[in-house]
T-cell receptor, first 109, second 116 residues
Framework: RKEVEQDPGPFNVPEGATVAFNCTYSNSASQSFFWYRQDCRKEPKLLMSVYSSGNEDGRFTAQLNRASQYISLLIRDSKLSDSATYLC??????????FGAGTILRVKS | DAGVTQSPTHLIKTRGQHVTLRCSPISGHKSVSWYQQVLGQGPQFIFQYYEKEERGRGNFPDRFSARQFPNYSSELNVNALLLGDSALYLCASNPPPDRVPLYGYTFGSGTRLTVV
């Protein structure tokens, strides 16, 4: 079983739609979590850190459920420019980032 | 202030050859990590260095090695290249551990290695 698992998609949604991505992690010692965005043939870039209480940044909302070892990302009012691969990432203090395989989002007009 | 710089951006090598990839972290960061990303997968951890010391190693063969210099820049070396080594190699600049939860790691634009 992979340490971080995501639905690979692709998710094909119209502009303006709301879309949610889910992610599960297996290492209960993981302490911090992130969503990274990766455009085609580019490096991953930090989209959001994820906190236990949930956090919001504009159209993006991230949630963490430690009991279920589950992380989510909600994107509201999708834009064409949101089309990318979204990577769920776990981090254990003093250790490495562990990436999921990524979820592909395609927003269409 | 410069971000994470990696060189070269693209590289084509023949099976059996060796390659050296280079990375300079964000000014003030003392730790770097190397990741390999093959098509369709998330980045996989190769090495982490802090203050010139290896602090972690992923599940990669001994053909992969790295080092960090006094100025905190780093090199990743891969010997006896195989076709399966074709990938995007990413260097990450790592902030102090207590800042990771807020800032994560910052990646360079990567080196795209093609082995033919």
């Amino acid at each position: 079983r992979k340490e971080v698992e995501q639905d690979p998609g692709p998710f094909n949604v119209p502009e303006g739609a709301t879309v949610a991505f889910n992610c599960t992690y297996s290492n209960s010692a993981s302490q911090s979590f992130f969503w990274y965005r990766q455009d085609c043939r580019k490096e991953p870039k930090l989209l959001m850190s994820v906190y236990s209480s949930g956090n919001e940044d504009g159209r993006f909302t991230a949630q963490l459920n430690r009991a279920s070892q589950y992380i989510s990302l909600l994107i509201r009012d999708s834009k064409l420019s949101d089309s990318a691969t979204y990577l769920c990432v776990a981090f254990k203090y003093g250790n490495k980032l562990v990436f999921g395989a990524g979820t592909i989002l395609r927003v269409k007009s | 202030d410069a971000g994470v710089t990696q060189s070269p951006t693209h590289l084509i090598k023949t099976r059996g050859q060796h390659v050296t990839l280079r990375c300079s972290p964000i000014s003030g960061h003392k730790s770097v990590s190397w990741y390999q990303q093959v098509l369709g997968q998330g980045p996989q951890f190769i090495f982490q260095y802090y203050e010139k010391e290896e602090r972690g190693r992923g599940n990669f063969p001994d053909r992969f090695s790295a080092r960090q210099f006094p100025n905190y820049s780093s090199e990743l070396n891969v010997n006896a290249l195989l076709l399966g080594d074709s990938a995007l190699y990413l260097c990450a600049s790592n902030p102090p551990p207590d800042r990771v939860p807020l800032y994560g790691y910052t990646f360079g634009s990567g080196t795209r290695l093609t082995v033919v």
